[in-house]
């Protein structure tokens, strides 16, 4: 199945128009989980971040999952 990652804020949006095909959701979530470590490596101070969240949605837009990137993942 394909999901798609948008970064989502409570006045912008930044949809992921190509998305990612993989087998579950929770390979999905594993491929979200690393983009969120990867926009906080590219030095990005965390306040940057406040309200903003990587939702991943299915092909009908629906929202699957949503993770704040204010949220320190471990």
Same mark, same amino acid.
């Given at each position: 199945?394909? /999901? /798609?990652?948008?970064?989502? =804020?409570?006045?912008?949006?930044?949809?992921?128009? %190509?998305?990612?095909?993989?087998?579950s959701? @929770?390979?999905?979530c594993? @491929?979200?989980?690393?983009?969120?470590? @990867?926009?906080?490596?590219? !030095?990005?101070?965390?306040? @940057?971040? =406040? #309200?903003?969240?990587?939702?991943?949605? #299915?092909?009908? !837009?629906?929202?699957?999952?949503? %993770?704040?990137?204010d949220?320190?993942?471990?």
């Amino acid at each position: 199945m394909r /999901y /798609y990652f948008n970064l989502m =804020n409570p006045t912008e949006g930044i949809p992921d128009d %190509i998305g990612i095909e993989v087998g579950s959701l @929770e390979q999905a979530c594993e @491929e979200a989980v690393r983009a969120v470590h @990867e926009l906080r490596a590219e !030095g990005q101070a965390s306040a @940057e971040w =406040n #309200d903003w969240r990587l939702e991943i949605t #299915d092909p009908a !837009g629906a929202v699957l999952l949503s %993770i704040g990137l204010d949220v320190r993942l471990h």
